[in-house]
């Protein structure tokens, strides 16, 4: 048992009072709540924004506010755990769902923070990322890494709708988050996923290596979920049917900070997860699901979003016996690797 340690209201009020003139903290009296014993304590709290109840306002934000005032119309996914003015998810994640109307334009800029698209409805829509134009179709997932250019357009007739996933509220602490505003792109005829359409084969010019950090920017959904048929199929005995998305050209992560990774169920499977540091999201892409995470449950219809604390016990289970369901994953895995805290218990 750890020791009961000294409280403020145990010192001497001047005393205090002078510690305080000099910016000064005696550590004990919180010391416990910055290392609480065995485990953290997440401020993040499990939680559910279903797609049905927000898709209406997100609707009527477009009525409400055009482009030109927004530059990016979006309803952040914030979770009550951390207040929903931090506009956080957790810790390192932010989620926010984003409307493009026919026609709009949201114009380009650059900034700090690493961001990806998870396209969720809608047809005729693009992102051009460093100059390459990614057509936005379902389930697509789409980066835009820090520094490089972006811009939004829709040249189809309905609304599009993603889910953004960034590490603003990290870079924000790190109180290294600025943007740069630029003007429109010029397109160049590269894709970076036709260049790496096969696993296992590199593209490898005689003359040159790529030079790029990033060099796949579009993952296209169609690609993503017959590969996880394929493995599904090709390991009949896989507990957990995923895929990560990652850089072709390392075969590590595809973003320096956050995770992705697309997560089959297969019908009727119930899947429980090892208790590991980072916090988790889960978007679903087609089927439904079922989310619990310590004391809470979720049951995720198609486009839903969850989000759950690090150190907590989550098992999924897939609500149909017949058809599979498809989740997209994100987490905080890779930059809890790099900074050494990166835990799995059990
Ligand atoms: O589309 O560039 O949700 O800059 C937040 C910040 C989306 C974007 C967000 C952004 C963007």
Redesign the pocket.
């Known amino acids: 048992m750890d020791a009961e340690l000294g409280r403020l209201e145990d010192l001497p009020a001047d005393y205090v009072a002078a510690l305080r003139e000099l910016n000064l903290v005696p550590l004990w009296p919180s010391l416990r709540a910055v290392l609480p014993p065995q485990r953290p304590q997440p401020k993040t709290r499990a939680t559910h924004w279903p797609y049905r109840s927000l898709r209406p306002l997100l609707l009527q934000a477009g009525e409400l506010t055009p482009i030109e005032k927004a530059e ?1 119309r ?1 309803l ?1 996914l914030a979770n009550p755990g951390h207040g929903l003015e931090k506009m956080q998810a957790s810790a390192a994640m ?1 989620l ?1 769902m ?1 409307l493009l109307l026919p026609g709009e334009w ?1 114009p380009s ?1 650059r ?1 700090t ?1 690493n ?1 990806v ?1 998870m396209v969720v409805e809608g047809e005729g829509a693009w992102t051009n990322v460093d100059g390459e134009k990614c057509v936005m179709r379902r389930g697509d997932l789409i980066l ?1 890494p820090t520094g490089l250019w ?1 811009e ?1 357009g829709h040249d189809g007739d309905e609304p599009v709708v993603w889910l ?1 996933v ?1 590490d ?1 509220p990290l870079v924000y602490y790190l109180e290294a988050s600025y ?1 740069i505003n630029g003007t429109r792109q010029t397109v160049k005829p590269e894709h970076g996923e036709r260049a790496y359409a096969r696993g296992g084969l590199l593209p490898t010019p005689v003359f040159q290596r790529s030079a790029k950090a990033y060099p796949m920017l579009r993952y296209p959904w169609d690609e993503t979920r017959a590969a996880l048929q394929e493995l599904a199929a090709d390991q009949p005995d896989l507990e957990a049917v995923q895929l990560s998305y990652s850089n072709p050209e390392t075969g590590g992560d595809a973003q320096n900070i956050l995770g992705f990774y697309a997560l089959m169920l297969r019908p009727g499977q119930a899947l429980v997860l090892p208790v590991r540091s980072p916090a988790m999201v889960f978007h679903l892409i087609e089927g439904n699901a079922e989310v619990q995470a310590e004391a809470q449950r979720f049951t995720l219809a198609e486009a839903d979003t969850a989000c759950v604390p690090g150190y907590s016990a989550v098992s999924l289970r897939n609500g149909s016996a017949d058809a599979p369901a498809f989740v997209f994953i994100a987490d905080e895995t890779p930059l809890h690797r790099k900074l050494g805290v990166f835990e799995q218990r059990g």
Do not use: C, E, K, S
Request: glycine share 6%.
């Open positions: 990016r979006v952040v932010y926010g984003q949201a800029h900034h923070p961001a698209r835009t972006h939004h953004d960034l603003l943007h």
